[in-house]
Every structure is written in C-alpha cells, then in structure tokens.
C-alpha cells in the first residue's frame, strides 16, 4: 500500500497534485527519488520554478518545518534550485502557445538541419 505525498511534512493537495502530474503519486516513490530529482520531474511536467516551493519540499523529506531553512543551509540551497531550473529545457507548455505557433504567430526557431525558407 503506498502513503499519500501529502503525508510528508509540510505537503498538501496541490504539492500532491503536482506530483501526481508529474508521475509521481506516492511519498515512498518521493523519498526514494529525493528532493533534487523530483522537484526537477516537477519542472519538466510543466510546473513553474519556485524556490521556496522547492525548499519546502527539501525540509519535508527531512521532517522538518518549511520555515526552518535559514542561512547558509538556504544559500546552498538556492544554488542546487538554480541549478535544476537552468537544466530544464523551455518548452511551449501551454495549449495557447502550441496554438500561436500553430498559426505562425510566435516565430519558430531555426535550427541547424532546417532550412530558412524565407
């Protein structure tokens, strides 16, 4: 049977619901992926990048309070936070996006093996 991720300290029903989105649906899958590695499945399922939402997430694996991260513990963790958000790639993750570039409003990118055909 798998416990809820919202039994871990300082994780409620939207955390949950972003997990869940992001294909993780149990506090032991969470643990075993740890904080790094599922904030970072959060990011690429589409959930906006947050520092505190991160943190709270590192102090809930630890069972401490959210507010409990301070000094040179949250500096550190700002770095590994920064760290996951620039390893994401952008993508267009809104159905609005996908529709402009769709329709040619939003310029596509050129890439090296595409040919401008301009």
């Not at 991160?54 to 760290?83: H, S, T």
Request: net charge positive; proline share 5%; glycine share 8%.
């Amino acid at each position: 049977m798998s416990t809820p991720v919202s039994s871990i300290r300082n994780l409620g029903p939207a955390t949950e619901a972003a997990f869940a989105r992001a294909g993780i649906t149990s506090a032991e899958e969470l643990r075993a992926l740890g904080a790094d590695a599922a904030y970072l499945r959060l990011l690429e399922s589409g959930t906006q990048p947050h520092f505190i939402g991160y943190y709270v997430i590192v102090m809930g694996l630890q069972g401490r309070p959210w507010n409990d991260c301070q000094g040179a513990e949250k500096a550190a963790l700002r770095k590994r936070f920064d760290a996951l958000k620039a390893s994401v790639r952008p993508s267009r993750s809104t159905a609005l996006e996908a529709a402009l570039d769709a329709l040619g409003v939003v310029a596509r990118k050129r890439t090296a093996s595409a040919p401008d055909r301009t």
